[in-house]
């Protein structure tokens, strides 16, 4: 018998089990509750979860569900997000009441694609249709945290413990920032993120109570005091005196005597037993924070389909920015243009999130930790999980494979809206 073979007669039995002794899930002192899966919720932390496993194998198996429970609220979550984006865009551009209502009598995931097909019916009618337009924007990123996957990890050693700086993680094509004790550097004379004292020129946000000279926001008071103008405001509301609080932006040639929070070209600095949090070289004693826009990699030395687990749960719970989004139009814009274009400023932000900041990368992610559910399976019939580890594989099992088309489903319809106006 095939492992595919074994892993299907397996999720009918506990499938059978399950369904005939429904009543032992509601009743904690019938005997029959072990074939019930009581443990497994999805988005939940379920470290202390108890599946009846003891040693590495309960790692393994927690990492797995762990996963699963992550990338099924994920997913969820961005299915959500993407159908609102696109029934805010179908109704406020002019999609009619009875094509929305055709819509919602589909099921989620063909609601949302239904809306978003009425999104793009009507940003080509209202729009593109009368302008050519150009939709500016940071690319949005996420930040997966270290120790949330050190966590899992070290569930998944046999020492049950996880020391990061024994194999240090690398963020792969984004920044790794770390909470330093002491001084950080930059490598390679580059410019560093800093949030802590900056001994050089600062370009971000500056707080300093004894006063800054500023050139942008100012969360605080400002004077005019060393403005060229005599005025402490300009026309936009800036700050271009000194600003006793919290500066967006020092004035060119001006040194952050205070707080740095953005990037310095220089060193940055913790004052006494204080830390600062960086993404440079670190003199003291520090602790990885998180990877930002990058893929974390490095950590523990375990099991490989364990870590991947872990990784693919750390980054499921990542947070991800939306962008400001300025949609430009090509030609005059009059009030009905005007209008659409306030609507996908406001819309098109977390459609980016999910295209571009989450992408491809989390559907496959979803699609593999899906597939995985049959070596699990294969570990039942083995005789490695006992009865109520075994009953929560078709549950766990039926919600990654529903997460991994909800993800799918998701970043296609971003990808089809965000398309029609000339974001790929």
Do not use: H
Not at 266 to 294: F, M
Request: glycine share 10%; proline share 3%; net charge negative.
């Amino acid at each position: 018998m095939t492992v595919t073979a074994r892993w299907k007669r397996t999720c009918f039995v506990v499938a059978a089990l399950s369904f005939s002794f429904v009543s032992a899930c509601e009743n904690d002192g019938n005997p029959l509750a072990a074939v019930c899966c009581t443990e497994f919720k999805v988005g939940a932390d379920l470290s202390t979860a108890d599946f009846g496993l003891r040693g590495e194998v309960r790692g393994q198996f927690l990492a797995f569900a762990q996963a699963s429970s992550d990338l099924a609220a994920t997913a969820s979550a961005a299915l959500g997000d993407v159908q609102t984006a696109c029934r805010n865009i179908a109704v406020e551009l002019g999609a009619t009441a009875a094509d929305i209502e055709k819509a919602d009598e589909k099921p989620e995931r063909e609601r949302t694609t239904e809306l978003c097909r009425l999104a793009v019916a009507q940003i080509d009618t209202r729009v593109t249709a009368r302008a050519s337009v150009e939709v500016m924007f940071q690319p949005p990123v996420c930040e997966v945290s270290v120790q949330a996957q050190a966590r899992c990890e070290g569930a998944c050693s046999a020492s049950g413990t996880c020391d990061v700086r024994a194999n240090p993680p690398v963020c792969r094509g984004g920044r790794l920032e770390i909470v330093c004790k002491g001084e950080c550097t930059a490598e390679g004379g580059a410019t560093l993120y800093c949030e802590g004292t900056c001994s050089g020129n600062c370009s971000g946000a500056c707080v300093a109570e004894g006063g800054v000279r500023c050139n942008g926001r100012c969360e605080g008071t400002c004077s005019a005091e060393g403005s060229a103008t005599n005025q402490a405001f300009d026309a936009q509301g800036n700050c271009v005196g000194t600003c006793r609080g919290t500066c967006s932006a020092t004035a060119p040639g001006v040194r952050c005597e205070g707080s740095c929070k953005g990037q310095c070209d220089a060193a940055c600095r913790a004052e006494a037993n204080a830390t600062v949090t960086c993404d440079g070289k670190c003199s003291g004693d520090y602790e990885p924070l998180r990877c930002e826009g990058g893929t974390l990699e490095g950590g523990c030395d375990v099991q490989a389909s364990c870590k991947a687990n872990c990784q693919a749960s750390a980054s499921a719970r990542a947070e991800c920015r939306p962008p400001a989004v300025v949609v430009k139009s090509q030609v005059a814009v009059d009030a009905e243009l005007g209008r659409a274009i306030q609507v996908l400023e406001a819309n098109l932000p977390s459609l980016l999130v999910i295209l571009k900041a989450r992408g491809q990368a989390f559907v496959d992610i979803a699609a593999r930790v899906a597939s995985s559910a049959g070596a699990t399976g294969s570990a039942a019939v083995s005789g490695d999980l006992g009865v109520r580890a075994t009953a929560c594989l078709v549950p766990i099992a039926t919600t990654i494979g529903e997460a991994a088309i909800n993800a799918r489903v998701s970043v296609q319809a971003s990808a089809d809206v965000l398309g029609s106006v000339g974001v790929r």
